[in-house]
């Protein structure tokens, strides 16, 4: 079992020395990725070697960034491990942005190395085109443009008994989030605050070493990472780890590889329990599907209940590691729809505009207390002061709880519409609508408005292999499931509406739409 108070640091708890207190056979599979079979004895052999040349190299001082550029790839983990020895903080990047946008983020936590995949080489120079000083590394394929490959370099260092300068209280991780609304913070991490998270999970999921745990999601997002494939090599389970999502090859390899536990956002979920083979794939082996990121609509939670298999609710932000509030497999199907219970390791509370408690069944916003919380936002002093009060972070969620102790997510604080002195949540819309054959996508957002101050907008897409639906369908499908003054007071068609490249939709774009 992980502990905190003993004040091992993250590395510690993956070993294969019999002598150590979390030891596990060499022979155990640890990654399993495309047709390598990574035992654990291999992961901790890399992780040694990475470590010793970064030694030996000199080059890299406590505190410094390295950078990861790349899809999904087991060398993530390799390197984590050895930055958390080092006292070295781990930058992932994101593959799908832009050139500019990563150039930005490079530009701003200025990483020491860049390591990148073979795939992304030709974006090298327009990303470090503003003079940003970093060495470029391949991960694992020679390059004739950027020198060896990590696992060239590292293949004949040795490392020597020593102690290592990285401590559980350091930083590890800088993870930018998405920014819907403008430029991307950097949530800096600490080893205490990845520990505390992978305790939750395997509270979540009551996860042991005999776990097969299947990731599909990127790792270079908190929840990709953190919710389960981190917690599973902490624990000594087996992790399959994908580079990227297809639903075929996840439905196949849930029955060939026996999966036990995978994590979705509702976009993934939603294309799984949609694809065509989804009702005769063999997926008896699982235990749980977990499934975080947004509001998750009860139709899509009982698409897999109707499999008999629990799905668990996670809740949480990048800046919470990201666990904070989940299920448990016991109040899975009793609690289909709640976000679950406070966090074992984190405090939880909803409060009003003023920062004060709301009662049982009210709603408020969510602040969260705990080690998993982030340290501060990087270069950013401004947005960590509006963030953090005496150590509680502000989501920027609001929920409700039930008199069982149950979370109930109601919406964003940010996408709230006051129309008339009444709030109305976009996601109490977006609910009625998911599922409706005539759409493809939609989103509600506030317009402003003269006599109520704001009304709701339903700004959608079409299913073009449907008659097209009218403005008026739409309305008229709503009547009755809603309060009057929460119905939509307008519909805009569009072709498409703008994401990042998370997939999440891009309010500020929205708003120019329907202004």
Known sequence: MLNLSSGMRLDEYISVDPDHDHARPASAIAVHYGDQIITYGDLC??????????????????????????????????????????????VPLNWRLSAEELAYQLADCIPSWLLFDDAFSDNIGLITDNGLLCRSIPIDTANGHHGLPLCDLRKDSCLQDQAFSGSVDDP?????TSGTTGRPKGALLAQSALITNAMMSHHAYDMTADDVVLNILPLFHAGGLNIQPLPALLIGAQLVLHQKFDPAETLATIASSKITLINCVPTILTALVTYEDWQKSDISSLRMVSIGSTDVP??????????????????????????????????????????????????????????VDVATGMNGEIWV?????????????????????????????????????????????KHLIISGGENIYPAELERVLFGHPDLVEFVVIGRDDSKWGAVPVLVAVRNTSRQPISKQDILDYFDGKLARYKMPKDVIFVDALPRNSLGKIITDKIAGLIA
């Open 298 to 355: 009860l139709a899509l939670i009982n698409a897999v209940h109707d499999r008999a298999i629990p799905l668990v609710q996670i809740y949480g932000a990048t800046e919470t590691s990201p666990i904070a509030i989940y299920q448990t497999q016991d109040n899975a199907f009793a609690k289909a729809g709640s976000i679950g219970k406070a966090g074992k390791l984190c405090a939880i509370r909803l409060v009003d505009e003023q920062g």
């Open 172 to 176: 590890i991780l800088l993870v930018y």
């Open 369 to 413: 207390k705990g080690n998993n919380v982030l340290t501060r936002y990087w270069n950013n002093a401004d947005s960590t002061a509006a963030s953090l009060t005496d150590g509680w972070f502000h989501t920027g969620d609001v929920a409700r709880i039930d008199e069982n102790g149950f979370y109930w997510f109601v919406g964003r604080t």
């Open 45 to 90: 052999a890399a992780i040694d070697q990475t470590t010793a040349y970064i030694l030996a190299d000199g080059k890299l001082r406590h505190g410094d960034r390295i950078a990861y550029y790349g899809m999904n790839n087991p060398e993530i983990f390799v390197m984590l491990m050895a930055a958390a020895r080092l006292g070295l903080i781990l």
